[in-house]
């Protein structure tokens, strides 16, 4: 497959320029780059998720991807990043999800098609059947699956998205077994990962995207770990750095926190008027942490107090109550409720100003003067408070996310992913309102894997790959490419 001058360009911002790719068969054609590279951008357009602005994709004849379908159809089949499987069907009636003919029956697999998904699992190496109930799969075995179904058809060349971020170091290893032996087999396989171990291993070819442009192009013979490393890193001027208040006392402590397949042995503190930044690219524990002290999930071993008192785990109620707030990545999904309006996104929550809530009932002129002044600081655009705030632009729904989350006083604001998607302008303006919340008596936990987030903001950033914190760095003296040199595996 030749990808050749692919330009893509989302309003003012432009993910790929002039981007050329040859894919052979039976090459592993790795993608490098840092968040924002555009990696994400090119895969969408190698399966038919979106189409390019211009540029060309040939196989045995130019053609059209105008959906994933037709991609499939044509032989390039993807496997994301993220497991999205049904949990109420089998796994066979997942691998076959939206292939299946028109008579096929949801619970049960006929003999053909229960033969089928059965090679497909043997090609990869699966231990477990195709009625296997998908709920009782581990993640691992749902990413087998998942790699099954890119195989089913007469598939030539499969993207991979990530592919080992969730899975541990010899799950990760089978993976990347039966993709040597799916390349051995004469498969063409586009390999998008941050894990440079794997690529040096897998890769026949590697690619090397910055700024929408593919800036390096490497064939095996000639791999250089510090010479990728450095054709990754952006090379602009580091974001100004905030001014250090001065300390209060310790508001955060994790001690020894640990939780199988996710992170281990996580310890640190953070007092008021601090910030703290966790780094660390996609996959290698640090939303999972956030999620799992704000109560989201539960762990092993380890505690979590606030303010000196412990933090029963597993409960984000409890979380809540000891003051603590967590604006999760997903602000579409998680952050915001997009079907309701600004106002009373920032009324939702309980500790939210009292004026709001008479006797039970909602004061609606309270909550839109309480709406109208977040609006007002946090700069957010917007017709009124009364437009929904799932019509707003990346950068507005995030300041919206974190907006409500301040709304409930919190003693703790845990934030993922702060500035994922969002324009430079919108994230200086995120990076000023997140210390302005750190100066009023609390402190903040920034996770991010756009390190650019915390250089300058973070007073100290802890580094965590592969679940583990592997350095910790000054947060106003540290660069991007000590960062980065911790953080890649």
Request: hydrophobic share 40%; net charge positive; with cysteine.
């Amino acid at each position: 497959m030749d990808v050749t001058g692919i330009h893509k360009r989302f309003g003012g911002v432009q993910a790929l320029r002039d981007v050329s790719l040859h894919i052979a068969p039976g090459q592993v054609h790795a993608v490098l780059g840092e968040n924002g590279a555009g990696k994400s951008t090119l895969i969408k357009v190698l399966t038919g998720v979106i189409q390019p602005d211009s540029g060309s994709i040939t196989l045995d004849r130019p053609v059209r991807l105008h959906s994933p379908r037709a991609a499939r159809e044509l032989g390039i089949t993807a496997v994301p990043q993220d497991v999205v499987l049904v949990p109420q069907l089998s796994i066979g009636r997942n691998v076959l999800l939206g292939l299946e003919g028109g008579l096929a029956r949801k619970s049960v697999l006929s003999a053909s098609e229960r033969d089928l998904v059965s090679t497909a699992l043997r090609q990869v190496g699966a231990d477990f059947s195709a009625s296997a109930p998908t709920a009782s799969l581990s993640v691992p075995q749902l990413r087998l699956a998942q790699l099954a179904r890119a195989l089913i058809g007469t598939g030539h060349t499969v993207v991979l998205d990530e592919p080992t971020a969730a899975l541990s170091a010899a799950d990760a290893d089978h993976l990347l077994s039966r993709l040597e032996a799916l390349r051995d087999d004469g498969k063409a396989i586009v390999y998008v990962s941050h894990r440079l171990s794997e690529v040096f291993r897998l890769a026949d070819v590697v690619t090397v995207l910055r700024n929408g442009q593919a800036v390096g192009r490497f064939e095996r013979s000639s791999f250089d770990r510090a010479t990728i490393v450095e054709l990754m890193t952006k090379h602009t001027s580091p974001p100004q750095s905030s001014p250090v208040l001065e300390s209060g006392p310790v508001l955060l402590s994790v001690d020894g926190l640990s939780s199988p397949g996710r992170f281990s042995d996580v310890s640190f503190s953070v007092a008021g008027h601090r910030i703290l930044g966790i780094a660390g690219v996609q996959g290698s524990g640090q939303g999972q942490l956030l999620a799992a002290i704000a109560g989201q999930g539960t762990y092993s071993s380890g505690t979590v107090r606030v303010a000196g008192s412990p933090v029963p785990q597993g409960s984000v109620h409890r979380a809540y109550r000891a003051g603590m707030a967590l604006v999760p990545a997903d602000r579409r999904g998680a952050g915001i409720v997009g079907g309701m309006s600004i106002q009373r996104n920032l009324a939702l929550p309980a500790r939210a100003d009292r004026s709001t809530r008479r006797f039970g009932f909602r004061g609606l002129r309270a909550e839109a003067r309480l709406a109208r002044g977040y609006v007002r600081d946090f700069g957010v655009w917007c017709r009124d408070v009364r437009q929904s705030a799932g019509t707003l632009s990346g950068g507005n729904q995030q300041k919206v996310s974190l907006a409500r989350a301040l709304a409930s006083d919190p003693t703790v604001l845990l934030i993922d992913e702060p500035t994922q998607g969002v324009d430079v302008g919108a994230k200086a303006e995120i990076r000023a309102l997140l210390r302005q919340a750190a100066g009023q008596d609390r402190c903040v936990v920034v996770a991010a894997s756009e390190f650019e987030d915390l250089i300058g903001l973070a007073d100290e950033i802890l580094v965590m790959r592969a679940g583990r914190v592997v350095a910790r760095l000054d947060g106003h003296a540290t660069s991007y490419r000590e960062i980065l040199h911790h953080a890649l595996p």
